[in-house]
T-cell receptor, first 116, second 114 residues
Framework: AQKVTQAQTEISVVEKEDVTLDCVYE???????LFWYKQPPSGELVFLIR????DEQNEISGRYSWNFQKSTSSFNFTITASQVVDSAVYFC?????????????WGLGTSLAVNP | DAGVTQSPTHLIKTRGQQVTLRCSPI?????VSWYQQVLGQGPQFIFQ???????GRGNFPDRFSARQFPNYSSELNVNALLLGDSALYLC?????????????FGEGSRLTVL
């Protein structure tokens, strides 16, 4: 069965601290995609990154970085020098390519609070 | 360019009623997906439509139905509402019918069933 686990329900940090959000996934597919989305209080999910299963290179985008490790089935997300605007719920998701049921499987999310 | 738009943004219904939620995708996007997000949980997949055909269906009862129109907009209908249907309903559009690309989400329709 395919599954995404975000063990951290809530994280609270002080501004400028670094914070890592964990994501562990389970899949039998050899080809799959992993995603991170941000959900601010407005409710709209905002795409952050997509990674395919054949690309294990880490990626950095400004203060954001992602560490993809197939050996541990993890796709962790780090925010460096966090800011109050980073406060949101962050979701990790996994593509499901079973037949015609094309959907994303989502974790429960990690609520990040960055305090001034 | 306009993003994904959903209407209504908020609505309150009573048990047993029916509701229709609407979604307009980003111009040029042919795929629309619907997700249900209960408070404190991740989105749960309901339907995906691509080129007006159903491409996927999640584990929801037959009270849930949807369709996509020739202009690629979509409606989600829920009949015989239950208290447990209270949730944020999210619509997402994408250029293709696969699930490997970026999804663009609207701000959702928050449904409260009393």
């Amino acid at each position: 069965a395919q599954k995404v686990t975000q063990a951290q329900t809530e994280i609270s940090v002080v501004e400028k601290e670094d914070v890592t959000l964990d994501c562990v996934y389970e899949t039998r597919d050899t080809t799959y995609y992993l995603f991170w989305y941000k959900q601010p209080p407005s409710g709209e999910l905002v795409f952050l990154i997509r990674r395919n299963s054949f690309d294990e290179q880490n990626e950095i985008s400004g203060r954001y970085s992602w560490n993809f490790q197939k050996s541990t089935s993890s796709f962790n997300f780090t925010i460096t020098a966090s800011q109050v605007v980073d406060s949101a719920v962050y979701f990790c998701a996994l593509s499901n390519n079973a037949g015609n049921n094309r959907k994303l499987i989502w974790g429960l999310g990690t609520s990040l609070a960055v305090n001034p | 360019d306009a993003g994904v738009t959903q209407s209504p943004t908020h609505l309150i219904k009573t048990r047993g009623q029916q509701v229709t939620l609407r979604c307009s995708p980003i111009s040029g996007h042919k795929s629309v997906s619907w997700y249900q997000q209960v408070l404190g949980q991740g989105p749960q997949f309901i339907f995906q439509y691509y080129e007006k055909e159903e491409r996927g269906r999640g584990n929801f009862p037959d009270r849930f139905s949807a369709r996509q129109f020739p202009n690629y907009s979509s409606e989600l209908n829920v009949n015989a509402l239950l208290l447990g249907d209270s949730a944020l309903y999210l619509c997402a559009s994408s250029k293709t019918g696969t699930n490997t690309g970026e999804l663009f989400f609207g701000e959702g329709s928050r449904l409260t069933v009393l």
